[in-house]
């Protein structure tokens, strides 16, 4: 019998990493997200869940503006005096409680006034990618890219987007530039990893998800997709027991349910003990 083998899991996009840095976060393990998703994949933003065929993303935690409200914002536009960085965490805070209209209203308007702000330009390029917007999010995030050349969430960013554009080669390269700058970057070594499977380098995916999963043990989506290169090498039981930790851990029903689905599939191909084994 054929065994059929899991979709791994993509971070189609990096914003909820990205989102988190520039809000001032530290933690780069951590994600969260919502956006456009291609069949087994996760993407990264922040809010709500968006699942579609096989499709999961990822949630840990809000992000939380401090000043919101008690600045000046009496009469007029509301945002008219405050700087790149302040609209930045408006437009975030839009996004973490479910207003992405508002948000990219904030970064238009933000964005005419600060054009050559490269975070802002990132932000919306991410965006903009979710909504499928791809000559747009591609320009933005090149900008980003050009005002910081050496920022690796904006490369990891680009990265996504060329790989919508099945422009691999770019996608690579801006992973490894990313990796070269912050190696322990997950959603850079996470989307490497993935795009490593898809080109049928396993031990650059295996040790990609392993450098995850080292990093943030918690994350489930490595220990999916670990499954899933372990299955390619031919290591069944291994495979499994990532699945079950995977459903331990994952946040989000639909993604349990892609991988229980998996584990039924797989259940009865894993070799059973022989009659009267001890």
């Not at 919502?34 to 993407?43: P, Q, S, Y």
């Not at 909504?131 to 680009?158: I, S």
Request: contains cysteine; glycine residues 8%.
């Amino acid at each position: 019998m054929h065994n059929k083998r899991p979709t791994p899991f993509s971070l189609v996009l990096a914003t909820g990493l990205a989102i988190l840095a520039l809000a001032g976060c530290d933690r780069q393990s951590e994600t969260a997200d919502d956006g456009n998703i291609e069949t087994g994949a996760v993407t990264a933003q922040t809010g709500a869940v968006t699942a579609q065929t096989g499709a999961v993303t990822a949630q840990t935690g809000a992000f939380s503006a401090p000043g919101i409200g008690t600045g000046p914002h009496s009469g007029g536009d509301p945002h008219a005096m405050l700087s790149a960085e302040s609209m930045a965490k408006v437009a975030l805070q839009h996004l973490d409680e479910g207003r992405p209209s508002l948000a990219m209203e904030t970064l238009d308007s933000a964005i005419q006034r600060y054009g050559n702000d490269a975070d802002l330009r990132g932000i919306r390029g991410s965006l903009l990618l979710q909504r499928g917007e791809l000559g747009a999010a591609l320009a933005d995030v090149d900008k980003a890219v050009a005002l910081k050349p050496g920022d690796p969430l904006h490369l990891t960013n680009r990265a996504q987007i060329y790989r919508a554009f099945k422009r691999d080669e770019e996608a690579l390269a801006d992973l490894n530039k990313a990796l070269e700058i912050s190696p322990d970057l997950i959603s850079a070594r996470y989307n490497r990893g993935s795009l490593a499977y898809t080109r049928g380098d396993l031990e650059t995916a295996m040790q990609d998800f392993e450098h995850c999963i080292a990093l943030d043990p918690h994350m489930a989506p490595p220990y999916f997709n670990r499954a899933a290169v372990y299955d390619a090498m031919g290591e069944r039981e291994l495979a499994i027991s990532d699945i079950e930790r995977f459903i331990q851990i994952a946040p989000s029903e639909d993604w349990k349910k892609v991988a229980e689905e998996v584990l039924a599939e797989w259940g009865g191909q894993v070799d059973e003990p022989e009659a009267g084994a001890s």
